[in-house]
């Protein structure tokens, strides 16, 4: 599903026009985006909870070379489904 076929299907659900139905998908991940590099914890029921994990340092291998390199620890962004959502894509 891209952007648009998005926007489309929360404005027909929600009753809106496209553009407003744009200004509310903008501003949620806005807000779920400036919550994540905070180090907040984002959970949408019935969706899902996002959450920043560490990730550690490590040694890894350069596939050209075989070189081993230092892969420094860094944050990423993690997604648990929701029950409802996981047993639905089964």
Do not use: C, W
């Amino acid at each position: 599903m891209t952007k648009a076929e998005l926007v489309t299907a929360i404005a027909k659900g929600a009753g809106i026009t496209k553009k407003q139905a744009d200004a509310a998908l903008k501003a949620a991940v806005e807000a779920v985006s400036n919550a994540l590099k905070k180090g907040e914890r984002v959970a949408i029921p019935g969706f899902g909870i996002f959450t920043v994990r560490e990730r550690a340092a490590r040694k890894g291998r350069n596939p050209r070379t075989g070189a081993v390199i230092n892969i420094p620890a860094r944050k990423v962004v993690a997604f648990r489904p929701a029950k409802d959502l996981r047993e639905g894509v089964k």
